[in-house]
């Protein structure tokens, strides 16, 4: 039934049987996404580290979320390409392709130990900016990378795979799947996207460079430098008529820093005024805050610079295997568990810890909270993940036990807590669909939250398994309430994946 409750407020009642008809269908079936009106084709593009700059803090946000942003997608049934867009292209090149040769003469025939890129990248900085000569060296450099040089383009290549190699090392650790298509890539197009600009009377020169104005916005795009080169501006709006034109994309997301939204109000405005945006597509910049240190201030090192995403991941393993001997699992769990469970704890709730967040808000990143096993962090999650699973191995019934019941047992919600829990285990899809629009994940783990608070509520008052006080043998098993703990295990499992979380069986 459904009743009017004061002014603006409607309350509906659900009828016992059809909440209980639901989780069955969960039990039967599997957890299902909603259904999608059509299948859109979607461009994400996220993370974007530059080359020869190791990947630090300020990456960590993009890629979490365009990762969770790409799965929730995914599961819903979109077709999604999940595009790096680096930076490998730019003026800064010429000073590390002129380092190199410098340094490494013979790096045509030997490949260059480059150990350590961001001090290569620093000395190479320093000489750009402190010798007038090296300087000069450097631009010419660019030119010859410009125009295809070999032996330009051999160094360009030896020092991007440098790069390569370190941002797959994080990737790994992230499980995160992304398709590199730097800068580099749409340079060959831009001279296009200058002349259809002028072609449509969009540009206008100033001081020698061409610019277009968008209504409403400060500051104009600069699509040609004075000295000819092309920019940030050239390349974005590039790529974006290629993932609309070539990849025939329905929907384009950018998974970038707040402070980039002008910019991409820029773009897409001037995008629109150029016809390159038909009207079923949709765009849109899905921007984030900043990540602080506990004293409030833009998360840094000691020294003041930007904290290593791989240091930052490594730390996250020390402190979460230091958590589990802590709590003496290292005397429970076997060596292989024990890993699985360090690996699950770390990166989930260095994952967790962005995502619970409302995105375009910032916040103080901290080990010690992250690893706390009270209150909406990973740790909780995944310690309610594992006692499902212990209920359920106590119980002593199998898989396929649990598969066969599932068809022939009625869920029981007589009891409030029992019908509380299954009234939240069937709203998963409406989550889904919420988050699938609005782009904001952490609508989807404050549902996870309450549904491990209100799970540890029904277990707490509704037995599932009764034990004899004095042998510790099983006496009865709750068949139905292992059915509510297993619907449960499954919605959590199914969240976990599209957060980039992977839960262990014992913690």
Known sequence: KCEVAGPGFINIFLKKSFVSHMVSEILTYGVRPPPTERKLRVVVDFSSPNIAKEMHVGHLRSTIIGETICRLLEY??????RLNHIGDWGTQFGMLIAHLKEQFPNYIQEAPPIGDLQRFYQESKKRFDDDDEFKKRSYSDVVKLQNGDVDVRKAW????????????DVYKQLDVTIIERGESFYQPMMSNTVKDLETKNLVVEEDGRKLVFVPGQEVPLTIVKSDGGFTYDTSDMTALYH??????????????????????????????MAGY??????????????VLGE??????????DSVRLKDLLDEGLERSLARLQEKERDKVLSPEELIAAQKSVAYG????????????????????????????????????????RSIIRLS?????????ASSITAINVEHEKEFKLAKCIIRFPEVIVRVADDLYPHTLCDYLYELCTIMTEFYDVCYCVEKDRETGEVIS???????????????????????????????
């Not at 990849?247 to 950018?254: G, P, S, T, V």
């Not at 970038?256 to 773009?267: N, T, Y």
């Open 277 to 290: 945006v038909p009207d079923h597509v949709r765009i849109d910049h899905v921007g984030f805050g900043v």
């Open 76 to 81: 819903i049934g979109h077709d999604v390409l």
């Open 243 to 272: 993932r609309i034109k070539e990849e025939k994309a329905d929907w384009l997301i950018y998974v970038v820093d707040s402070g980039q939204g002008p910019h991409f109000q820029s773009i897409f405005g001037a995008a629109a």
């Open 477 to 507: 098993v709750d068949t139905s309430r292992i059915l509510l703990c297993e619907a449960t295990r499954k919605i959590l499992h199914e969240a976990f994946y599209i957060l980039g979380i992977n839960p262990v069986e014992r913690m």
């Open 396 to 404: 002593g019934v199998t898989e396929q036990q649990l598969k066969d």
């Open 157 to 168: 290549n030896l020092i991007c795979d440098v790069s390569r190699e370190e941002m797959a």
């Open 295 to 304: 004293d409030k201030k833009k998360f840094k090192t000691r020294s003041g």
């Open 349 to 388: 709730c260095i994952k967790y810890a962005d995502l619970c967040h409302t995105r375009t808000n910032d916040y103080v990143f901290s080990f010690d909270k992250m690893l706390d096993d009270r209150g909406n962090t990973a740790v909780y999650l995944l310690y309610a993940y594992t006692r499902l």
